[in-house]
């Protein structure tokens, strides 16, 4: 298998991914869908308004935060890392 695969569904992805990272990357509905399923989240946050309709959803109780990194300051940039609770 490439390096690079992509799936039509989430169930096809699991089946066929053998690497020890796997990540979903969107879009909203497929975050909802697969939130209660992955092991982690990589969440980058932009603190400034933008108009749209979609959002990440809100973050289980089941995640706990492991990291923060700022990579910017105007906008503020910052990448959080979750991990679910054991």
Same mark, same amino acid.
């Given at each position: 298998?490439?390096?690079?695969?992509?799936?039509?569904?989430?169930?096809?992805?699991?089946?066929?991914?053998? =690497?020890?990272?796997?990540?979903?990357?969107? !879009?909203?509905?497929? /975050?909802?869908? #697969?939130?209660?399923?992955?092991?982690?989240? %990589?969440? =980058?946050?932009?603190?400034?308004?933008?108009? !749209?309709?979609?959002? /990440?959803?809100? #973050?289980?109780?089941?995640?706990?935060?492991? %990291?923060?990194?700022?990579?910017?300051?105007?906008?503020?940039?910052?990448?959080?890392?979750?991990?679910?609770?054991?």
């Amino acid at each position: 298998m490439r390096g690079d695969s992509f799936f039509t569904s989430f169930e096809e992805a699991v089946k066929n991914v053998k =690497t020890e990272n796997a990540y979903v990357i969107g !879009g909203a509905e497929l /975050y909802r869908q #697969t939130i209660d399923q992955v092991d982690g989240i %990589s969440l =980058t946050r932009i603190h400034a308004d933008y108009e !749209g309709d979609a959002f /990440y959803p809100e #973050t289980p109780l089941f995640f706990k935060e492991k %990291s923060r990194k700022v990579l910017q300051e105007n906008p503020k940039i910052e990448v959080i890392f979750y991990e679910r609770k054991l």
